[in-house]
């Protein structure tokens, strides 16, 4: 497995997930995002070239520039993934929320 083109590989980055947060608005240059960032140009093109290889970023080209855009049905996926997880946990935490409720009721007429 070439896990350069894993998303959750590519995800598992901060720069590359704040680098998707600042694309989740707007389509952007390569030179605008690196803006953002304290990092060398070339280390946020690669960052870039990690994102698009794994098709989570898709690039349209104007003019001369290349501005890259949130690959929406790629995200989805992702979401969709991980959307179980989330439920189980949600409910997980229902649970344990009513059962606190419970022992703070119980030692409140305690006392």
């Not at 083109?5 to 720069?15: E, G, K, N, Y």
């Not at 707007?26 to 280390?43: E, H, K, L, V, W």
Request: contains cysteine; charged residues 30%; proline residues 3%.
């Amino acid at each position: 497995m070439n896990l350069r083109r894993d998303v959750f590989q590519a995800i598992a980055d901060p720069t590359r997930r704040a680098i998707l947060m600042l694309l989740a608005t707007q389509s952007m240059t390569a030179g605008a995002i690196a803006s953002n960032f304290d990092t060398a140009r070339p280390t946020v093109s690669k960052h870039l070239q990690i994102l698009t290889a794994c098709e989570l970023l898709k690039q349209e080209q104007s003019g001369r520039e290349i501005h890259y855009l949130i690959n929406a049905k790629k995200m989805k996926e992702v979401a969709d993934f991980i959307e179980p997880f989330r439920t189980m946990w949600d409910d997980r935490f229902n649970k344990l929320e009513s059962v606190m409720k419970k022992y703070a009721a119980s030692a409140k007429r305690k006392s």
